[in-house]
């Protein structure tokens, strides 16, 4: 079973920062769009950042631009998303994601909790 | 409040079948045929089961099926089973990078 192995969850400080790292198997990551979606329980699903298979061209959603920046390192299969200034609205399992119109590979999530 | 709308719940005996909506607008589900489904139970990361409308991935059953009419989409689930039991999510491409998800139905088998 392929995976997606997501770390770098845990419990933050509003207005605290935390990165969170993605690795994947080479044959499923290389040159492909991948993403972090995050889950919460009163907001659902949501796709919060994209990348590009080769870097160049980033997507974030408007409620993190300017806070959280996503990128990869292909040289090591892996995704990054550094995430600055957390808000408890940010609270929520981050997911790493594959595909740009829909998402057929994902990671077992990350928690994510920002409180005082 | 998630960009998609799906009913909160749905239900159905072993054996029957049911059909779970998801309401989009012009700009997302009416306008792309990239409307994907996914199933997840309790504790577990979402599955993809549907892409591109009707597709689906190596190794779902075919009792699962999607389809669209205008800006409405639907997952139907044929011949229930306990293990069907799991919470549904639709999500569509509308362009410019975006993509966007529904709120989920938690599908039960009586």
């Known amino acids: 079973e392929v995976q997606l192995v997501e770390s770098g969850g845990g419990l933050v400080q509003p207005g605290g920062s935390l990165r969170l790292s993605c690795v994947a198997p080479?044959?499923?990551?290389?040159?492909?769009?991948m993403n972090w979606v995050r889950q919460t329980p009163g907001k659902g699903l949501e796709r919060v950042a994209g990348?590009?298979?080769?870097?160049?061209?980033?997507y974030s959603v408007d409620s993190v631009k300017g806070r959280f920046t996503i990128s990869r390192d292909n040289t090591k299969n892996s995704l990054f998303l550094q995430m600055n200034s957390l808000r408890a609205e940010d609270t929520a399992t981050y997911y790493c994601?594959?595909?740009?119109?829909?998402?057929?590979?994902w990671g077992q999530g990350t928690l994510v909790t920002v409180s005082s | 409040q998630s960009a998609l709308t799906q009913p909160p719940s749905a239900s159905g005996s072993p054996g029957q079948s049911v059909t779970i909506s998801c309401t989009g607008t012009?700009?997302?589900?009416?306008?792309?045929?990239?409307v994907s489904w996914y199933q997840q139970h309790p504790g577990k990361a979402p599955k993809l089961i549907i892409y591109?409308?009707?597709k689906r991935p190596s190794g779902v059953p075919d009792r699962f099926s999607g389809s669209k009419s205008g800006i409405t989409a639907s997952l139907s689930v044929s011949g229930l089973q306990a293990e069907d039991e799991a919470d549904y999510f639709c999500?569509?491409?509308?362009?410019?990078?975006?993509?966007?998800f529904g709120g989920g139905t938690k599908l039960t088998v009586l």
């Open positions: 994601t594959r595909g740009l119109r829909w998402n057929d590979y």
């Open positions: 080479e044959s499923i990551f290389r040159s492909e769009w």
């Open positions: 990348i590009t298979g080769d870097g160049s061209e980033a």
């Open positions: 012009s700009s997302d589900v009416g306008g792309y045929n990239y």
């Open positions: 591109e409308v009707t």
């Open positions: 999500s569509s491409y509308a362009g410019n990078y975006n993509l966007v």
